[in-house]
C-alpha cells in the first residue's frame, strides 16, 4: 500500500519555496533519550521538531524537518542484529569505504575530507531543515538539539541557501539553471512545471517494497517490514565547485577555438548575435566560451537543452521535452546525457531507466563574482547534494562508476570523465565538441571543476519505521 503520508515529504516532493537549509550532523549521545526523541517527532511531541510528511493537507508547514540515519546510527539505537545485516551492503560500508566506486580519489578522497566527515563512523543521524528564513533555522535546530534530551551531539552544521534573486532561484554557482524536472512515478500526482518524455518510473525506483522496472526484481526490503517498506536511501554530498577555474578554463577553450581551422563551423560569423540576445556575452569570444559550457552540461546556462536548440538557447522551448534520437546534436558526453541517457541508444540498454534518481541539491557559500577582485583565499563555494534511489548500488554507484567517470554508455566516450562533475586531471581529461558535419573538435585539458568534500549514506525511513525505532527496547 501507498500512502503520502507515511513517507518522510523530501522523497517526493521538493521544498522550492524554503531557499534555506541547514543539515544537522548528529551523534547518538544517549541511546534511549535518542529512541525516544524518535518517537516524539513523529507528532512533534515534548518539544522535538515533527518529521514533515508527504502529505501536507491543506496547511503547508512553515518550515520541514526531516531525517536520515546511517548503518552506524542504526546500529547505535540498538536496531535488531537481524534486521541490520538485511540492509545493503554498500550501505553498511558506508560511503567513505566505496569512495572509488564515486570518483572521491586524489583531492576528493576521503582522508581529505574535513570534520565531522573524517570520521564517519561517529556520524549517525543527518537532519534536515528547511526553511524561508534563517531565524526558522534556528529556532528548529535548538529545539532538535536541546540539551535537556541528551539525546544527540551535534557535530557539524552545513548550511545552503538559494540565490536571493526570483530570476536565479534555481541557479547554482557555475552559472547554470538547475532543479528543472525530477522523475515522475506511477500512481503519484505531481504538479511539476514542464512536462517530460520520459517514461514514468515505477515506485519501487525510489521506495522499498514496490515494483521495479527490471524484470522480475525487487529490493530487499529490510524486515520487519515496519523498518524497511517506503523507506529509501540518500547519498549526501558536499561538493565543493571551483567557479573560478570553470571561468578560467572557458576562457582558455574560447581563445583556443578563435584559432581553430573549423571555428567558423562551430560558430558561423555573425550567430553570436543570436547567443547574445539570451546570454550576457561580449563578441565572438564570449559566445564561444558560452557555447562550451553548453556543450559540456549538455544545457544552455538558461537551462534550454542543446537536445532541442544547439546553435543559441531559445527561451521558448520547454526545457524537459526532448530526447536524444541519432541526429542529437548534444554531446554523448556531456554532463545530463551522461547522468540521464533517457531514451537514446546506449552500449547497457537495459540500464536507461533503471539509474534514475532523485535529485535534490541547494549552493552553498557566496555566489561568484567574475566582476570582482580576486583574494588570496577564495572562499568555498558549492552545492549540498541529495541523491535518493532504493538501490544505492545499482542506481547511485551504478551511475558515479559507469557512466560518469568511465562513459561506459557509448564508445566514443568511454574512458572520459564527465566533464563538469568527474574525476578529472589535465594531464589526461579531453572533451569532444561535435560539429554539424559529423567531425569533432577535441579539447584536451580538462581540469577537475568538483571535489568532494564529505557525505554519507543514510536510510530515509518511513514515518512507520520511525515508530518502530523509536520503539525499540535495548
Known amino acids: 500500500m501507498f500512502d503520502l503520508a507515511e513517507l518522510q515529504g523530501n522523497i517526493l516532493r521538493g521544498y522550492t519555496k524554503k531557499p534555506h537549509v541547514r543539515y544537522l550532523i548528529l551523534e547518538v549521545a544517549d541511546p534511549i533519550a535518542a529512541r525516544r526523541w524518535l518517537a516524539d517527532s513523529v507528532s512533534g511531541r515534548n518539544g522535538v521538531p515533527q518529521i514533515t510528511s508527504g502529505d501536507w493537507g491543506e496547511n503547508k508547514p512553515e518550515t520541514c524537518f526531516n531525517i536520515g540515519l546511517t548503518y552506524e546510527g542504526l546500529r547505535a539505537l540498538g536496531t535488531p542484529s537481524a534486521s541490520l545485516k538485511m540492509f545493503p551492503n554498500e550501505f553498511v560500508e558506508g560511503m567513505t569505504a566505496r569512495a572509488w566506486k564515486l570518483g572521491d580519489v586524489g583531492p576528493s578522497a576521503p582522508e581529505t575530507w574535513p570534520k565531522p566527515f573524517n570520521e564517519p563512523k561517529r556520524i549517525h543521524l543527518i537532519a534536515t531543515i528547511y526553511a524561508k528564513r534563517v531565524d526558522q533555522l534556528n529556532d528548529v535546530q535548538e529545539r532538535a538539539v536541546a540539551d535537556k534530551k541528551k539525546a544527540w551531539t ?17 541557479r547554482v554557482h557555475f552559472g547554470y539553471l538547475d532543479n528543472i524536472t525530477q522523475p515522475r512515478f506511477e500512481g503519484v500526482p505531481d504538479s511539476q512545471r514542464h512536462p517530460d518524455r520520459q517514461p514514468k518510473a515505477p515506485l519501487g525506483t525510489v521506495l522499498l517494497g514496490h515494483k521495479t522496472n527490471l524484470e522480475g526484481l525487487m529490493w530487499q526490503v529490510p524486515q520487519p517490514e515496519a523498518l524497511g517498506h517506503n523507506g529509501t536511501f540518500n547519498a549526501f554530498r558536499v561538493l565543493e565547485q571551483d567557479v573560478e577555474g570553470f571561468e578560467k578554463y572557458l576562457d582558455w577553450a574560447a581563445s583556443e577555438l578563435l584559432e581553430h581551422p573549423q571555428v567558423d563551423e562551430l560558430l558561423p560569423p555573425g550567430a553570436e548575435e543570436k547567443i547574445g540576445q ?48 541519432r541526429d542529437s546534436r548534444c554531446p554523448y558526453g556531456a554532463h545530463i546525457r551522461r547522468c540521464n541517457p533517457r531514451g537514446g541508444q546506449i552500449v547497457q540498454r537495459i540500464a536507461n531507466n533503471s539509474r534514475r534518481l532523485v535529485r535534490r541539491g541547494v549552493p552553498y557559500g557566496p555566489r561568484y563574482d567574475r566582476t570582482s577582485a580576486r583574494v588570496l583565499d577564495e572562499p568555498e563555494r558549492g552545492l549540498l547534494g541529495n541523491f535518493i534511489g532504493a538501490s544505492l548500488g545499482a542506481q547511485f554507484e551504478a551511475m558515479s562508476y559507469d557512466w560518469l567517470n568511465l562513459g561506459l554508455q557509448d564508445p566514443r566516450i568511454t574512458g572520459s570523465n564527465d566533464p ?19 567531425t569533432m573538435i577535441r579539447l584536451q585539458g580538462l581540469p577537475r571543476f568538483v571535489r568532494t568534500r564529505g557525505g554519507a549514506y543514510t536510510f530515509l525511513p518511513s514515518l512507520s519505521a520511525i515508530r518502530f525505532l523509536g520503539s525499540q527496547m535495548m
Open 278 to 325: 539570451v546570454l550576457p556575452i561580449e563578441g565572438r569570444r564570449g559566445a564561444l566560451r558560452e557555447i562550451v559550457a553548453a556543450n559540456l552540461c549538455g544545457r544552455w546556462r538558461d537551462g534550454t537543452p542543446l537536445a532541442l536548440s544547439a546553435d543559441a538557447p531559445d527561451p521558448e522551448v520547454d526545457l524537459t521535452d526532448f530526447d536524444y534520437g
Open 154 to 170: 551535534l557535530l557539524d552544521t552545513r548550511e545552503g541557501c538559494s540565490f536571493p534573486d526570483k530570476r536565479d532561484r534555481d
Open 420 to 438: 563538469i562533475s568527474g574525476a578529472n586531471d589535465p594531464d589526461t581529461g579531453w572533451f569532444d565538441l561535435p560539429l554539424k558535419s559529423g
